[in-house]
């Protein structure tokens, strides 16, 4: 099956800098990776995606990018706020007989210092 | 994005009992749920799917018979966790997708459950 590896675990970033976090997973065949944000006793919510047909995405201070060839990919903060501090979740997909299930890395907790 | 909500949003049970947890797609049709469990600290880790209309599938390591899952329309899963112990604590947390959101997978807010 597919393993979804994530890092750092822990992340600290003063206010203003930029954060990255790594996932690689092990699949060929996935083709969709979802970056979710979680904040504590909360559900996961989507920031960004990006489907293996493209190299990079980018919404405002976020982005991703996909080296298909090296399967891992990347999430980028800029600008980092307060507010941006939560546990963060990449994740692949790709089809199974259950249907495109999610493959979650173990999570980065990002804590961005005033 | 599409919204998907789950109630309860915590809940305690006594040992031995069955809860139900429902998670309803709100504002597109769910053709697939996802239900997944996290304890603290740890990441997501994917309980079953589920179809509309059909049986779920389980993971391996997850007892069918221990949680139930009904995905009986287009908008509604349940989970029942049935003769629930204080081990079966935990967030639960359900997910949902349709045939307009391709792969994109949303989730619901989770449901806090405490075996006393």
């Known amino acids: 099956g597919e393993n979804v590896e994530q890092h750092p675990s822990t992340l600290s970033v003063q206010e203003g800098d930029s954060a990255v976090i790594k996932c690689t997973y092990s699949?060929?065949?996935?083709?969709?990776f979802p970056w979710y944000k979680q904040e504590l006793g909360k559900g996961p919510q989507l920031i960004i995606d990006?489907?293996?047909?493209?190299g990079e995405k980018k919404d405002q201070r976020i982005a991703v990018t996909l080296n298909k060839t090296a399967k891992h990919f990347s999430l980028h903060i800029t600008e980092t706020q307060p507010e941006d501090s939560a546990v963060y979740f990449c994740?692949?997909?790709?089809?199974?007989?259950?249907?495109?299930?999610?493959?979650f890395g173990k999570g980065t907790s990002l804590l961005v210092t005033p | 994005g599409a919204v998907v909500s789950q109630h309860p949003s915590w809940v305690i049970c006594k040992s031995g009992t069955s809860v139900k947890i429902e998670c309803r797609s709100l504002?597109?049709?769910?053709?697939?749920m996802f239900w997944y469990r996290q304890f603290p600290k740890q990441s997501l880790m994917l309980m079953a799917t589920?179809?509309?209309?059909?049986?779920?599938?389980?993971e391996q390591g997850v007892e069918k018979d221990k949680f139930l899952i009904n995905h009986a329309s287009l908008t509604l899963s349940t989970l029942t966790v049935t003769s629930a112990h204080p081990e079966d604590s935990s967030f639960y947390i359900c997910?949902?997708?349709?045939?307009?959101?391709?792969?994109?997978?949303?989730f619901g807010e989770g449901s806090w459950l405490t075996v006393v």
């Open positions: 504002d597109f049709q769910a053709t697939t």
């Open positions: 589920s179809n509309e209309g059909s049986k779920a599938t389980y």
């Open positions: 997910s949902a997708k349709g045939a307009h959101s391709g792969n994109t997978i949303y």
């Open positions: 994740a692949a997909s790709h089809p199974t007989l259950s249907g495109y299930a999610l493959n």
């Open positions: 990006i489907r293996s047909n493209v």
């Open positions: 699949d060929s065949a996935s083709n969709y």
